[in-house]
């Protein structure tokens, strides 16, 4: 095998598909990069078996072949080959050379033999959305996700929810829910699967912000996004909860407040309160006002906050955290906070009907 490709290129390729390599060593074989060279370009692949990067880009091909490399240490030698100048591979018995400008480098190689194939499927049917609108719906859901929760797999995930012309994504980890909905190209027929966050996180670092579309296929149960030159592959996790008996039908109290200006209330309140487990601080609102305080070995913070009331006075415990994840991810200049005593509280913008938050209070003394 013996390539030339741009440096840059070939770098920027190598930094994605890495996404897909194993978190955590699984074998020396699974840790390294497929380089594939044919034609008039070179292919890269990763893979952990659960999850899948391939990565295409334009080379001057001379000769075609096949190797295998331990990714990690590819990547980083290649990374520092930070020029825009063209550099020359080629696999040489059980080793890559790398020229670059006036100078060399040899790496080892692994057994490409042992290397999995990645297979091509069939599609059984698949979406399109616009890139931007997926980016945000996984943006908006997937931090609302237990990413780490081996004991319970089905909340690792957001639940992709297709009815006719509208997707949703659903997200939640015991303690609260993200829920975003987008408009689809065209109309599918109805279906669900469950993606693991961790996978969507990085298909979103993958995807421009723009308007062109991408198709979501799904084929053998598993999530393919074919985009010309690079193809993601994910293993959906098996199920979900039943998320829709969360969310309450009433509320004792009613406020709408400004995003940006409850959001850096909270942040200065929590200061105190974030280094404790619940992070807790309370919400009281009286009298078109909303009292954020905290209480902790650290001392004691609270500020007050003109709001627009319907319903009783309340006094309601949360998690900072988990309201300010929620804040962040609202464009609206003012949200609707909905609260209860001990049944979940609702957030969404006041103009955003895309996206709701549900969260659960805290109990305090």
Known sequence: MIFTCNGLD????????????????????????????????????????????????????????????????????????????????????????????????????????????????????????????????????????????????????????????????????????AICKKQLVSEHPTTEINIPSKDLLKISKLLENDEDSIDLCFANKKLIIDNSDIKIISTPIEGFVNYKSSIPNSFETEITVNTRVLEAAIDRVSTLSKYEKSSLIKLEVKNNILNISSNSEYGDANENISVLTKGKDIVVGYNSKYITDCLKNIEDEYIVLKMNYSNPSIITGVEDSEYLYLILPIRFR
Do not use: H, W
């Open 10 to 177: 070939f770098a920027d390729a190598l930094n994605k598909i890495s996404m897909a390599l194993p978190q955590r060593k699984l074998s020396a074989i699974l840790d390294g990069v497929k380089i594939e060279a044919q034609g008039d370009q070179v292919k890269l692949t990763a893979t952990d078996m659960d999850f899948t990067i391939i990565k295409i880009i334009k080379a001057d091909v001379k000769m075609s072949g096949e190797v295998l490399v331990p990714g990690k240490v590819f990547l980083d030698l290649i990374k520092k080959l930070n020029g825009n100048y063209d550099i020359e591979i080629e696999d040489e018995q059980d080793s890559l050379i790398i020229k670059y400008l006036d100078n060399k480098t040899k790496i080892k190689t692994l057994n490409v033999d042992e290397y999995p194939v990645i297979k091509d499927y069939e599609f059984d049917y698949r979406i399109t959305i616009l890139q931007k609108d997926f980016k945000e719906l996984i943006n908006k859901t997937a931090f609302a996700s237990n990413m780490n929760d081996d004991n319970r797999p089905v909340l690792k995930g957001c639940l992709l929810k297709v009815d006719e012309d509208i997707v949703q994504s659903i997200a939640l980890d015991g303690f609260r829910m």
